[in-house]
């Protein structure tokens, strides 16, 4: 039990793969949602696996669950991650979706409405998983998992805080906020608490390559709560979890992925991000997805030979 938590209750926003302890579970309950989402993907999507994808034998055949984790913002989904995990290989792949990504979409004209961000105001975690998955090329969500600020902060206090090294001082306020945003982290190694981690999270103004800077401290503050989640108070922050988490992810697969994840560590986790170029575009900067080193990062992930062995794995 406490091998699995430790692995996989990453507790926060960006590497909840979400789950209690074993001995909550039973088969009556198998099937029962544990955190009471709203949507299930599941049940929704009418092809978790894309036919047109290029990847579709790939998808089908593998032995990976893939969860999407999104933190909400006042109506947008300020970070888009898809936590994907090969239960054969027991690997960890998390890439992250730039919240400027260009998706546009029949009927949301205005130039605002065009980034993979604003999918989730209108569509919910139903529409914004299609888009991430058409994004990734016809890649299968299972699952999803949705977190807000007031959330992260309190699963990070449970966690005793997240050890970072801040690389400067981070300062900047925007009192027309709701609520007011004051931001104020020193430069140097430290302990974040709940409240001092939603500010690093939210902290976008002074990275040489803007969200793209700060997608790679969001994924650096994931690869340190990993390693911090190995020595806490568990059953706490299990808790915490399940009380500030809306996940539409089931008991049964909670009981298949943890006898899946015995002996799984650190060293099996590997971060991405969607491959593209910024852009301007109708006055607006965007994040242009790259098909082709999206195929690229897929073949990787899925361990896929190059189509020129005339093999999909």
């Known amino acids: 039990m406490k091998t699995f938590l430790k692995y996989f209750a990453v507790a926060f ?55 999407l984790l999104l933190g909400a913002n006042h109506g947008m989904t300020d970070t888009i991650m898809l936590v994907s995990y090969d ?36 569509e919910k975690v139903l529409g914004t998983a299609k888009a991430v998955s058409e994004t990734l090329l016809g890649m299968p969500i299972h699952y999803y998992a949705l977190v807000d600020y007031e959330g992260i902060g309190k699963i990070v206090d449970a966690m005793g805080g997240v050890p970072m090294d801040i690389p400067f001082h981070m300062t900047y306020n925007d009192p027309y906020d709701k609520p007011p945003l004051h931001i104020d982290i020193p430069k140097g190694p430290q302990v974040l608490s709940g409240e001092q981690a939603v500010q690093f999270l939210r902290y976008r103004h002074g990275y040489p390559e803007g969200d793209i800077g700060r997608i790679k401290a969001q994924q650096t503050f994931m690869k340190s709560a990993f ?10 922050v299990a808790a ?46 965007f994040w242009f997805a790259d098909t082709e080193k999206t195929a690229e990062m897929i073949q990787t992930i899925y361990s896929i030979k190059p189509p020129t062995d005339g093999a999909t794995k």
């Open 13 to 67: 926003l960006l590497l909840t793969v979400l789950f209690i302890p074993i001995s909550m579970l039973s088969q009556k309950v198998a099937n029962i949602q544990i955190f009471g989402g709203e949507e299930n993907l599941m049940s929704q999507m009418p092809a978790l696996v894309d036919e047109k994808s290029p990847f579709f034998e790939a998808f089908k055949d593998s032995e990976r669950v893939n969860v």
């Open 87 to 122: 239960l054969k290989a027991q690997h960890v792949d998390l890439i992250s979706i730039p919240r400027d990504t260009y998706y546009p979409r029949p009927g949301y004209n205005d130039a605002g409405s065009k980034k993979i961000n604003a999918v989730y105001s209108s």
């Open 227 to 236: 390693s911090q989640m190995l020595s806490l108070s568990l059953p706490k």
């Open 240 to 285: 915490t979890i399940i009380a500030n988490v809306d996940s539409d992810i089931s008991v049964g697969m909670v009981a298949k992925l943890a006898t899946k994840a015995v002996g799984l560590s650190g060293s099996n986790l590997e971060t991405y991000m969607l491959p593209g170029v910024p852009q301007t575009a109708e006055g607006l900067s």
